[in-house]
């Protein structure tokens, strides 16, 4: 069955202040959808929403995923039925190689221990997906992202969720600090999860990762609301324009 995620009219607080008033979304297995706004206007709250960090409470709507209401499941439930995040600000592991990381979610993935050598289809697998985000095999035995420049943790979280292959992947702003060549590797990486099946959300700040991954729509927030969506045509506008004028329009 295709993956589907929906918000219904998602109310999210913060420390009992509204942050997120009203969101309906939904992406499916396949598509990309790009959320964009202006700084504060709710994106990463959106996401930890759905995460289900406790910090972020839900105090009215739902979360479905394919159908079946997940608003109450806890993080580690919504991380088993296939829900994976890429962070704005990736989280230094430094007690645990990447490699290793990367081997427990794929065995985890196969339904084997978590600790068993990976089999030689995924351990060639791994070796060409780090070549396609721009890192080395050196990365790989490094504490994950640990000393990682801003650029190398953005593609470590990408090569992550290529080899776990999620059903549905939430990327806060993948392409922020990453060089040209590191928007084209990312952006290329994003558009081969879609292909595959997976449901993708992400956010930007930039057109240039959205011409790689082509949405199939672009959702405005603001203040903790869509304000808009389309298509790449609102991605020009704010580029012309600015959120501000934009938002006016
Ligand atoms: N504990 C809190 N108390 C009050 N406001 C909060 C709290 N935590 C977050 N906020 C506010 O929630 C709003 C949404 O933040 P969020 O990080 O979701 O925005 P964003 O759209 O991801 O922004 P950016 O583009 O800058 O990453 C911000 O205005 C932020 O200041």
Redo the contacts with the bound molecule.
Sequence with gaps: MSTKLETRDLHVS??G?E?LSGIDLSVGGGEVVALM??????????F?ALMGHPRYSITRGSILLNGIDITKAPPEERSILGIMMAF?NPVPVPEVRLTTLITAMVNKRMNRKITDSPPPQVVAELVKSVGDVGLTQSHLSRGANHGFSGGEAKRSEVLQLLMAKPKVALL??PDSGLDVDGVAAVGKAVSKLAERGTAVLL?T?QARILHYVSPKRVLV?KG?KIATQGGLELVEEIEKMGYEAFLRR
């Design positions: 913060v420390d202040k942050i706004g202006p700084n504060g206007s709710g994106k990463t709250t959106l930890m704005q806060d702003e956010t700040h927030l903790g």
